[in-house]
């Protein structure tokens, strides 16, 4: 085998069988070294940095490099080993015997290379820098991703954040960082219930519609705080954009969702909003029972929009919204003891300037509010306008329920938990 381009490549675990094979049959270095492609010196620097004791106590042990009171010439020059030794299967009689084994080279190497990339690979000082740069942006809600785009100066990966917080550098644990979500199977799996609402209505019939009509679709559903509170979100989720809508309710029920969607259409404006929610997909809660007043405009004139369902228990069909009430937790988590009823709508336009400012690495490191308003200037403006949105600065981006209460407490409200 030619040695040309493989004379500085690392020996793996082939080339040290054939080095142990090469030993038993009393082959010379060159002719070992030739085999495998590489110079007698790293054949012979092979055999002598990894070979082990054969007997006693210590067997299997690394042999330092100048062991004391070696006797035998085989162990001082030549091949180093007793390997290929007529007694190398019986005792010999030496106290000291040595020999090359392929699989406890190939362990031994294989723990050096996994030691070599423990700990950090980052003089103390920068460590420190870095920890200082980013701690308080993780403690603030924000991603390991959003962080890393943030801060390209950093040269970091956000799997290499999760790592660190993972062995405990800087003070900190994967809890202090978005959840990790597991996925697994059911056990079984029941065929899902169509809705109540008819076959117009189902979900069948929104993925019937065009591919543009549902990759511009809203997805709606409710956020609740203490299950005795009256007042509860209404959610709108823009899918183009991923941007997550807000608005309070004062009860739960069907007249005060259509009385949210019509206040928000004669603000919008009735061409706006048909742009914005002019094809809703929500689920089977009864608050959404009334898909007439839903649909009526308030400004009259027809429809201002069409309203699907999806199948019973089958959340998943508009999961994006789903998953995105997850932001909404961070700054409102439930089992927190927030009752829904302290709630303002200036704390609904403060969380939903945080969550909507968020970049997002789907969306190429661009925040909702970014997006919506390179795509429609217009819609990003009255939006703002209408729910007292603005766009918050990464440095001041702050996902927690302390920056609720904090700003609650500028206006002399006491914090919601």
């Given at each position: 085998m030619g040695g040309g381009s493989r004379g500085y490549a690392r020996i793996d675990k082939a080339d040290r069988e054939a080095i142990q094979n090469g030993l038993d049959k009393r082959r010379g270095c060159r002719e070992i070294a030739r085999s495998i492609g590489r110079s007698p010196a790293a054949v012979t620097e092979e055999v002598r940095k990894h070979r082990t004791w054969k007997d006693g106590e210590r067997r299997g042990e690394a042999v330092p490099a100048d062991p004391e009171g070696v006797a035998c010439a085989h162990l001082r020059e030549w091949p180093w080993t007793c390997n290929g030794c007529m007694a190398y299967r019986k005792s010999c009689g030496r106290r000291q015997r040595m020999e090359y084994?392929?699989?406890?080279?190939?362990?031994?190497?294989?723990?050096?290379?996994?030691?070599?990339?423990?700990?950090?690979?980052?003089?103390?000082?920068?460590?420190?820098?870095?920890?200082?740069?980013?701690?308080?942006?993780?403690?603030?809600?924000?991603?390991?991703?959003?962080?890393?785009?943030?801060?390209?100066?950093?040269?970091?990966?956000?799997?290499?954040?999760?790592?660190?917080?993972?062995?405990?550098?800087?003070?900190?644990?994967?809890?202090?960082?978005?959840?990790?979500?597991?996925?697994?199977?059911?056990?079984?799996?029941?065929?899902?219930?169509?809705?109540?609402?008819?076959?117009?209505?189902?979900?069948?019939?929104?993925?019937?519609?065009?591919?543009?009509?549902?990759?511009?679709?809203?997805?709606?559903d409710t956020v609740i705080g203490r299950a005795r509170d009256a007042r509860c979100l209404l959610t709108l989720y823009l899918r183009p954009c991923k941007a997550q809508l807000a608005l309070l309710l004062p009860r739960r029920a069907p007249?005060?969702?259509?009385?949210?969607?019509?206040?928000?259409?004669?603000?919008?404006?009735?061409?706006?909003?048909?742009?914005?929610?002019?094809?809703?997909?929500?689920?089977?809660?009864?608050?959404?029972?009334?898909?007439?007043?839903?649909?009526?405009?308030?400004?009259?004139?027809?429809?201002?929009?069409?309203?699907?369902?999806?199948?019973?228990?089958?959340?998943?069909?508009?999961?994006?919204?789903?998953?995105?009430?997850?932001?909404?937790?961070?700054?409102?988590?439930?089992?927190?003891g927030i009752s829904f009823d302290d709630l303002d709508e200036r704390d609904c336009a403060f969380v939903m300037s945080h969550v909507n400012s968020q970049p997002r690495p789907s969306l190429m490191g661009l925040s909702p509010l970014q997006m919506l308003r390179a795509a429609d200037p217009v819609a990003c403006e009255a939006l703002e306008a209408a729910l007292g949105m603005e766009e918050v600065p990464f440095d001041e981006l702050a996902l927690t329920l302390g920056a609720v209460n904090g700003r609650r407490g500028e206006r002399g409200l006491g914090p919601l938990a």
């Open positions: 084994r392929a699989s406890l080279a190939q362990a031994a190497s294989d723990r050096v290379r996994s030691e070599s990339r423990r700990g950090i690979n980052r003089r103390e000082e920068d460590f420190e820098r870095i920890a200082f740069a980013i701690r308080s942006d993780i403690l603030d809600g924000k991603s390991p991703e959003q962080v890393c785009m943030a801060n390209p100066h950093l040269g970091l990966a956000p799997s290499t954040l999760y790592r660190w917080a993972e062995r405990g550098y800087f003070s900190m644990s994967p809890m202090d960082f978005r959840r990790k979500v597991g996925y697994k199977p059911r056990a079984e799996h029941a065929g899902p219930r169509p809705t109540s609402h008819g076959a117009d209505r189902s979900y069948a019939a929104f993925c019937a519609l065009a591919e543009a009509e549902r990759a511009g679709a809203c997805e709606m007249s005060a969702v259509a009385a949210a969607l019509g206040s928000l259409e004669r603000s919008l404006g009735r061409q706006l909003f048909e742009r914005l929610f002019g094809v809703v997909l929500t689920g089977n809660g009864a608050e959404f029972s009334d898909t007439a007043g839903i649909e009526a405009s308030a400004l009259g004139g027809g429809a201002r929009c069409r309203v699907y369902y999806c199948d019973v228990r089958q959340s998943q069909q508009k999961g994006a919204c789903e998953r995105n009430h997850v932001e909404l937790r961070k700054m409102l988590p439930k089992r927190r």
